[in-house]
């Protein structure tokens, strides 16, 4: 079982820079592809962004490109998820998600990932 500790969610204003980010607690970092999802209230997890463990591959939704991006330090054990440009509709429960796989790997599918965070909330305000 990985443990996946989210961290820097938050309330901002639409148009402010929030940076979430997320480490898998007692694992290497460097073994698995990851991915963020978010859940709003009311609608089903979706996809935001996903990176493989060789940093060469990122994938994002079409709802945050340009805005979002998504990042890691393998040493730091850390994945990022600066998120830029801050809309009303990005307010949701983000969640970071964990698949151990080979170097180039990555995935827009929720049911790819077996280990996920608990979420940590961003509201942007209108």
């Known amino acids: 079982q990985v443990q996946l500790v989210e961290s820097g969610g938050g309330l901002v204003q639409a148009g402010d820079s929030l940076s979430v980010s997320c480490a898998p607690a007692g694992r290497l970092l460097s073994d698995y592809a990851m991915g963020w999802f978010r859940q709003a209230p009311g609608k089903e997890r979706e996809f935001v962004a996903a990176?493989?463990?060789?940093?060469?591959?990122?994938i994002y939704a079409d709802s945050v490109k340009g805005r979002f991006i998504i990042s890691r330090d393998n040493t730091k054990n850390t994945v990022y998820l600066q998120m830029n440009s801050l809309k009303p509709e990005d307010t949701a429960v983000y969640y970071c998600a964990a698949r151990y796989s080979t170097s180039a790997y990555y995935s827009a599918k929720t049911g790819d990932y077996p280990y996920w965070g608990q979420g940590t909330r961003v509201t942007v305000s209108s």
């Open positions: 990176i493989s463990r060789n940093e060469r591959n990122t």
